[in-house]
C-alpha cells in the first residue's frame, strides 16, 4: 500500500505535496513526516504539506504543514504555495484564485503565471502581523512589541526583534554574515525565551528596497529559503525604518517579493516549481 506524492520546491524550500485521503488510518502525520523528509533514507524535504478538500464557504481547502522533526507549523509561505501549485499541476484546482485554511488562518493565493508545466507564480494575501510578546510568543513581562531585546547565546548577546506572521519569527539585524550564523540560529530556535521555539532570521539591509537573508528555520535547521522568514524579515525592517513597505527578500535560493500594504494585509510572491512525484511505500 503506497502513498502518491508529488516533490515542490520553491527557491530550493522543498515540500512534498500529499493527499491527505491517500493516507491510511495506519500513519500518523509527525511519524510519516520524519520518515519520507528524510534526504538519505526518504524522498528528502524541508517538511511535508498534507490537502485535504473542504466544502464549506470559508475555504475550498485545508493545508497541514509538518516539520521534518515531525512538530506541526502553524504557516509556511513556501508550503502552502507548493501545496496550491501542485493541485494547478494535477489539474484539481483550475480556478485563479483558492482560499487555503491553516493552522494561522485563511490565505488567499491567485496563479499570476504558469510557465510551461513545472513552474507556478503566486500572489498570496497571508493575513497580518502581530507585533505583541504574548501573540509570538515571547518570554516575559506583557509588552506591545519585541525590538532590539538582548539574550545571551553560547556566552555572546545577541540582539533580536521579533514578529509572528503565521509563525514565530525572530530577527538578528548583522552588517555581514560573517558571523557562525548557523550555531547561533540553532541555539536560539530552542532558547527559553521563545516557549513555542523560532524561526531565526539574520538580516542584512541592502538599500530601502532589499535585504538579503540567512535563514535556520524551526523544526528545519538551515534552508535556502522561507516564505514567513522572508516575509517576517520583511517586515521587522520596514517597523524599523530599515526600508520601505515594499521589499525584495534576496536568500540563497532566490528572491521573494514582500509588500506590508497599508491595510496591514501581506502579501507575499513567489514561485513553486515541480521537481519529482513519486509513491512512499509506508
Known sequence: ???PFCKFHGFGN???????????????????AIAICERNTGAGADGIAV?????????????????????????????????VAYLHYKQIWEH????????????RYRLIEQRGEHEFWFEAEIGRPTFASSEIPVAGPPRPHVLNESININGQTVRFSAVNVGNPVACVFVDSFDLDWLAVG?????????PERANIVFVHPIDRDSIEVRIWERGAGETSASG??????????????????????????????????????????GRADLAFCGEWPG
Open 96 to 107: 485563479e484564485t483558492l482560499r487555503l485554511k491553516t493552522r494561522s488562518g485563511i490565505k
Open 186 to 194: 540553532k541555539a536560539m530556535e530552542s532558547h527559553s525565551v521563545f
Open 51 to 83: 490537502l485535504e478538500r473542504l466544502d464549506g464557504e470559508m475555504a475550498d481547502y485545508s493545508c497541514e504543514i509538518v516539520n521534518p522533526d515531525g512538530s506541526f507549523a502553524g504557516f509556511s509561505g513556501n508550503g502552502t504555495r507548493c501545496a
Open 14 to 32: 522543498d515540500y512534498i505535496v500529499i493527499e491527505r485521503s491517500s493516507i491510511r488510518g495506519w500513519v500518523t502525520l509527525p511519524h510519516l
Open 1 to 3: 500500500m503506497t502513498i
Open 228 to 269: 514567513t522568514c522572508a516575509t517576517g524579515a520583511a517586515i521587522l525592517s520596514a517597523f524599523l525604518l530599515k526600508t520601505e513597505r515594499h521589499v525584495k527578500v534576496i536568500s540563497p535560493g532566490g528572491e521573494t517579493d514582500v509588500v506590508w500594504r497599508e491595510d496591514d494585509e501581506m502579501i507575499l510572491t
